[in-house]
């Protein structure tokens, strides 16, 4: 592979990316961020999210023991508004944009996160997914569902209690539209889906595979952007959560495991990322060439405390990476898969105050 800088192409959103692997040798290494090493209670009194609490709307959360769905009390997007448009001259243009906006309690435990919790309740939890993405579906104007985790504060997470979010919107969001175009084009071109090679290549190459089971496979993508950005992928052809059989629902709840403990052990710290599945449209089109995957998009570069910012050259011209995703899979995939605070953690401690 390169070893001078070069651009690498990102086949889903048709865009490049420049990758500077000398870089790493500069004395720089990255602003320090503030690393908080108290241990969460196993419940808090005056978190909105724990079962029994009451959240700022003032309703109250039920002593939930395992999931828990409610709607955001601060929705981005309404479901209740009218369908205006503006379009000034071809130059100020906006519409209205309905939706949901829903968040998912993994567990009732506000000290566990995902890489800590068993993995009948990381299962759980993908069944609630499967289950909400089904029925947001069900609304004649929802055309997209996004279910996503921002993990972590300086990834915009204001509760630490685990946790992820559902927005279902009336337009196909900017990103997923990329991909689904991308895919698409693949198709009318290759007779074929796009991720489906790509994994088959990825796993013949096996240098930028971190982990696999029976029905998954995590890489750090090619073209990846953030440091240890990975990609997870069935190895099978579906296009969203309601295609998966009972096996592979259990095989996603293991590799979200196995991955996020590497994760944490990288660092050995609770690691911030954003993580979201994309799914076909909800249209009630087929989309064939769609194939059903998950970004990881963690910010630590080389430490707990030192993270990458997307500036500069980033914002104004592309992005660019330091450490090649070569090296990265190599680092997560030594990792060992027993979380490194596992010993001294005690799950069945009781949650309630």
Not at 158 to 179: D, F, G, L, M, T
Not at 260 to 289: C, K, V, W
Not at 328 to 348: F, G, I, M, V
């Amino acid at each position: 592979m390169f070893a001078d800088p070069h651009r690498r192409y990102n086949l889903l959103t048709g865009e490049w990316i420049l990758v500077s692997p000398h870089r790493t040798q500069r004395p720089w290494q990255g602003r320090q961020e503030e690393v908080s090493l108290s241990d969460r209670p196993t419940y808090d009194a005056t978190c909105y999210l724990c079962p029994g609490n009451s959240r700022t709307s003032g309703q109250r959360n039920p002593n939930f023991e395992g999931t828990f769905v409610f709607d955001n009390d601060f929705p981005a997007l309404l479901s209740d508004i009218s369908a205006k448009q503006m379009n000034k001259q071809d130059l100020l243009i906006a519409r209205a944009e309905k939706g949901f906006c829903r968040v998912v309690c993994f567990s009732p435990r506000h000290d566990l996160s995902l890489p800590q919790l068993d993995r009948q309740a990381i299962r759980q939890v993908v069944e609630v997914w499967t289950r909400q993405y089904l029925q947001l579906a069900e609304f004649p104007w929802v055309n997209h569902v996004q279910i996503f985790e921002n993990k972590g504060a300086i990834m915009g997470a204001s509760n630490p209690h685990p946790h992820c979010q559902i927005w279902a919107s009336s337009s196909v969001p900017v990103e997923p539209a990329k991909e689904l175009k991308a895919c698409t084009q693949y198709m009318k071109t290759k007779q074929s889906c796009l991720l489906c090679d790509y994994l088959q290549l990825e796993l013949k190459q096996d240098e930028r595979l971190v982990i696999s089971n029976a029905s998954f496979a995590v890489v750090v993508p090619f073209w990846a952007t953030w440091p240890f950005e990975t990609l997870l992928l069935p190895r099978r052809h579906v296009v969203d959560l309601s295609e998966l059989a009972s096996h592979e629902r259990g095989d996603l709840a293991d590799i979200l495991k196995r991955l996020t403990i590497r994760y944490d052990n990288l660092f050995q710290t609770d690691f911030p990322y954003s993580m979201g599945f994309h799914q076909r449209p909800t249209d009630e089109r087929a989309y064939p060439e769609f194939h059903f995957h998950a970004h990881f998009y963690p910010p630590l570069l080389r430490s707990a405390n030192v993270r990458k910012f997307m500036v500069g050259y980033e914002m104004l011209s592309e992005p660019q990476r330091d450490i090649t995703p070569e090296a990265a899979a190599r680092q997560l995939r030594r990792l060992p898969e027993e979380h490194y605070r596992s010993k001294s953690n005690n799950q069945n401690s009781d949650y309630r105050p």
